[in-house]
């Protein structure tokens, strides 16, 4: 593994996460130029270290670039787009994409960069800006196994946990179970918590115990406060969630997978949508079961 | 808190579970007196400190008696039975029962000790033996506040998370909920990890990943790893589990409460019976799952 | 079956259903005495060709008493109780129950009955007084097969459909098929319902094409009004519904049968008494789930 | 609706359905050209009074033109394709669709209609050509008001139960809503009948006792019978089932309806297909069910 740190490094991309990200392989000793499309933002990485360039075209110069980005249209555009990566003179080796993009701008993406000679990696990260600061991300890369070898030394830098799922979009679908999981897991917390409640036990005493137990997770510890304090200001919202369950139940649909609790919890977020809760956190999932418990009059807190 | 250092606690039961509870009162200090119906197990606490006692009567005449034994019917014996704790000339002042046993023993003998003039604190503990050995068990009590407070220093000597769920019952009906929640995310990872690996994911970087994210929990980790394995061997087999199922159903429906992913759950792990996984460890919901998905042909591990 | 007509019958209990039912036996040119708790309202048999009786142990003497009463207690009260049939000096051949009552009541006064001698078939009746006068009820009994045999053509006199199932309670576990099977009809209703009424169809006429169709029943054509019009006056409620799914579910996990989608109308029933509709009809499912779709601001007609 | 009799009508397909259709059109006493792409199937009309023609565009000539063919393909070649009805130098008045085809191919028909200044109303039908023959049949038909008012009466002909659906493609809703129902009632039929069964009562005592109850009709006579014989040849495979619940699930999401129980019966059809039965009648919900019931070694009939 020692060999790869004399490859010089990109990043493209330095909001809040990925300025956490790049710094994490500055921490680890790389050689990193940077770029972003509000020049000011990389200030933070050039005072650990990195150097800024001047235009997405200069960044393709190094051996592997890393793009972190908002959503699959800017992807596409800093890759495939005018200006972008593929149209550079010089090309990177390697592309590592670690936004959060649909399975088809990834396809797209690969294929372009492929028909270019670049290899490509889909390696989205879990886990808020915060969490990977403190050491506690998780990356799911997925593209050709020789290019994950070589970059996995780096994704390294940035997250304990690092896993390869396989030589195509297999990390996307991955990211997509993770937010199906994420969804059943606060249905399921929803019910335990309004039996417990109904039953005369304080919301909160209930929450810190299945966080004390083996079921404890960090996600149940937050998640479980918004229950407690009926606080949906939303990191992530009802529509949120259904999308990424339209996602997951589109994709196991097509592999003639059936899902019985998954799609349960589709048409309950539908039914927390109905209920007036679109816009606000899934955990307001709560009302609707409340609701149906008696225990509430449809005052949404 | 110090003050109650003072007082003379009793431990009655002592297998692996009950050694590994009254051995941390001994580390934080305690004065502890010990029974068990097999006299030689008491050995490895009186290395500590602990004074054995030769009857449950006897041991009935400190302070507060803890138990821990293994079903409803031997709390019952111990406690109201010929020779139990009630039956002594001295009284304890708390008896502070930690088994797993159902509400309406638990409610017989809180009836019968209170009629004594002794106060019952129900405190079931989640965990193995080897986790609250090494610090990670979670307590949970109910029983009259002021009882729960005198005994709380204590209980947090065997585990760093103790809660107090209400004035009666309500600390069985946590442990209830508890196991409702765990079934519910064993189908929930079932399911993602499915699709997962129909859509080309090797199962162990999917759960490995799970793992590293925030979803991560000790629970995850090992049932994790027996789907990967698809190993059966029971810890706690579908019967066993459709048992817990069928308590909080049943609480849910007297309490009026709808559970959908509970029920549903319920019922999957009946289809698991069906499927002749009755004797085998809850993780064969996978079997079912992967069946359903074509991806088995009938033949279990 | 020409023989079988010399035989006296006995019908206890004239209320506005055994009325119809006993009529039809006079009808069909059987020998009829009847005896009912209020006299006065055997008249109309009376006028018809009935003999009165004044006790029941009198109208023990004939030779197959038929029974329908309101409920558990009554039947058990009827035939065991104090001067009750199975009291009288001279005792009937076969007793046969058509009251709707639990598996428990009847396998304890078929225990009775036949510790006496007495045969007994549980014959219990789908359809309201109006339909049974119009022929189209339905019976559905069990018992032993001769004594079914023996009773059949007086059962065929007063419904069309007549059907056999088994030696001992399965009339009984029939029944509340018969209510699971409606209560999952409805749901289903309520949910095309919507949906078509979400996608600008008026309810009117998606309920008449329905039933136009090869799905049409005179069922969904009564509860499809009810659903056009909003109008839950009950004629069955929902606590009433949810007790045969309590029930039904009850005997599927005694053997072991799981059933996903009458477990999920028994939470969505549930739901509908958590949203205040316990009193009225089911048919009010229909509010659940509009509200879900955001139809409705929790307005119930 | 006397007047309406001298109107000319068309009718293009006829095949088994559009014979009979077309049949009731003439016995009715109205004036009917017929088309068919392979002629010689139009002979039965003619017989009965029918004028044969040569060429679709011929047919055009008429004041209403009705269709029946086979899929959505067919339906957009003989409207808009080459020598299709729109391609005629006369255009009839109105395009009436009685075919099974998709809201995209008929709102694409019909907007081709409009801007050539034919009205279109899309009226498909449900039962099978003997159901139809035999007066049973039944007609939801959509398009503008007028359009419909004056070919009521042609469609009351053909069919007893005709409604308005909506101005549009809502009769396309309809037909998927009639489908979803259907799929429900078949999976709620297996659960209790399941349930009877393994209780001890005949299967076919069972069903028969359904029929003629209320819950009876013509649907549950057929697919009871093919539960009781376990014959699952195909009148409609598991797979095709599956795509009408996929539409029907696809636009309760597009119109934000959820469909609790129309969505676990979806992940129930694909799990019959997961263990084999995707060409066989989706009568074979049963193997599933009863084989979680543990009532079958996995040997489907």
Redesign the interface.
């Known amino acids: 593994m020692s060999g790869t740190r004399s490859e010089r490094l990109g990043w493209l991309g330095t909001g809040r996460m990925g300025t956490v990200m790049a710094g994490a392989l500055l921490d680890g000793g790389s050689d990193v130029s940077v770029w972003n499309r509000t020049s000011s933002k990389t200030a933070p990485l050039v005072e650990k270290g990195a150097k800024a360039v001047d235009s997405i075209t200069e960044l393709a110069g190094v051996d592997i670039v890393f793009v972190m980005v908002s959503a699959s249209a800017d992807l596409i555009k800093v890759t495939t787009g005018e200006g972008g990566l593929l149209s550079a003179e010089r090309l990177p080796q390697i592309i590592v994409d670690c936004s959060t993009v649909s399975a088809e701008a990834s396809a797209e993406v690969r294929a372009a960069a492929e028909a270019a000679g670049v290899a490509f990696l889909a390696s989205p990260i879990?886990?808020n800006p915060a969490?990977v600061e403190d050491g506690?991300?998780?990356i799911?890369a997925s593209g050709p196994r020789e290019t994950y070898d070589r970059v996995v030394p780096y994704l390294s830098m940035i997250?304990?946990?690092v896993?390869?799922?396989?030589?195509?979009e297999?990390s996307r679908?991955?990211k997509i179970?993770?937010n199906?999981?994420?969804g059943?897991?606060t249905?399921?917390?929803v019910?335990?918590?309004?039996?417990?409640e109904?039953?005369?036990?304080?919301k909160a005493?209930?929450v810190?115990?299945?966080?004390?137990?083996?079921?404890?997770?960090?996600?149940?510890k937050?998640k479980g406060r918004a229950l407690v304090e009926r606080d949906y200001t939303p990191t992530f919202n009802n529509k949120m969630l259904r999308k990424d369950f339209?996602l997951?139940l589109a994709?196991?649909?097509e592999?003639?997978?059936?899902?019985?609790?998954?799609?349960?919890?589709?048409?309950?977020i539908?039914?927390a949508?109905?209920?007036?809760f679109a816009e606000q956190d899934y955990a307001a999932l709560y009302e609707v079961?409340a609701?149906?418990?008696?225990?509430l009059d449809?005052d949404a807190s």
Chains 1, 2, 3, 4 share one sequence.
């Open positions: 879990s886990g969490m506690r991300g998780a799911v997250a304990p946990t896993v390869h799922a396989g030589p195509a297999q679908l991955v179970c993770h199906l999981f994420l059943m897991i249905q399921a917390l019910e335990v918590t309004t039996l417990a109904k039953g005369g036990v304080p005493a209930f810190d115990f299945i966080n004390g137990s083996v079921l404890g997770s960090t996600f149940i937050h339209d997951g994709a196991a649909r592999m003639e997978v059936p899902l019985p609790v998954s799609s349960m919890v589709h048409q309950l539908q039914t949508i109905g209920h007036g079961e609701r149906a418990a008696g225990m449809g």
